[in-house]
T-cell receptor, first 113, second 111 residues
Framework: GESVGLHLPTLSVQEGDNSIINCAYSNSASDYFIWYKQESGKGPQFIIDIRSNMDKRQGQRVTVLLNKTVKHLSLQIAATQPGDSAVYFCAEKYGGSQGNLIFGKGTKLSVKP | DTGVSQNPRHKITKRGQNVTFRCDPISEHNRLYWYRQTLGQGPEFLTYFQNEAQLEKSRLLSDRFSAERPKGSFSTLEIQRTEQGDSAMYLC?????????FGPGTRLLVL
């Protein structure tokens, strides 16, 4: 079975609010995590990544938090915009692998204007 | 455009036919990956190249699937004797280190 999953399949937020998308993983040997945004009919677009030796990383309007104690990953989007509407995937890489990513099923984010 | 490119973008074929997809990675990236994505699911790893060497293959990659990267640049993914269950989006990604950048995908429909 998949070791990466998401708590909420859909998330609806008001424009301007902050969004939090959660993800659980089960492999404690995973050493790298990454978030992607995927719009309909397009390939996944890189958002932000984090290695297991960190617990927080910030980008432009996005923050990823990693809690290794409970094997939880979250993506925070500040001041959500209509253009943020998409499906968001988290993925992990096992420490012993060559580089293949294990993806969860995704969370659909809908931003209401 | 300097991103990952894939061709064709769409392919419709009849069951039993062979199909081949091409991926051109970002030019300085030596790592190349193939994934398959079905509707409503996340991408599933198929295979990985470092330069021209195929270093990892998923159990999803049956004997009907073959991937090559002959000169360490572009890659091809061939599916022989296609089945309806092969209908999916086939995604290619490339990386220099860990961060994988995806192409737009090739959507395959097997009738």
């Amino acid at each position: 079975g998949e070791s990466v999953g998401l708590h909420l399949p859909t998330l609806s937020v008001q424009e301007g609010d902050n969004s939090i998308i959660n993800c659980a993983y089960s492999n404690s040997a995973s050493d790298y995590f990454i978030w992607y945004k995927q719009e309909s009919g397009k390939g996944p677009q890189f958002i932000i990544d984090i290695r297991s030796n960190m617990d927080k990383r910030q980008g432009q309007r996005v923050t990823v938090l990693l809690n290794k104690t409970v094997k939880h990953l979250s993506l925070q989007i500040a001041a959500t915009q209509p253009g943020d509407s998409a499906v968001y995937f988290c993925a992990e890489k096992y420490g012993g692998s060559q580089g293949n990513l294990i993806f969860g099923k995704g969370t659909k984010l809908s931003v209401k204007p | 455009d300097t991103g990952v490119s894939q061709n064709p973008r769409h392919k419709i074929t009849k069951r039993g036919q062979n199909v081949t997809f091409r991926c051109d990675p970002i030019s300085e990236h030596n790592r190349l990956y193939w994934y398959r994505q079905t509707l409503g699911q996340g991408p599933e790893f198929l295979t990985y190249f470092q330069n021209e060497a195929q270093l990892e293959k998923s159990r999803l990659l049956s004997d009907r699937f073959s991937a090559e990267r002959p000169k360490g640049s572009f890659s091809t993914l061939e599916i022989q004797r296609t089945e309806q269950g092969d209908s999916a989006m086939y995604l290619c990604a490339s990386s220099l280190v860990e961060t994988q950048y995806f192409g737009p995908g090739t959507r395959l429909l097997v009738l």
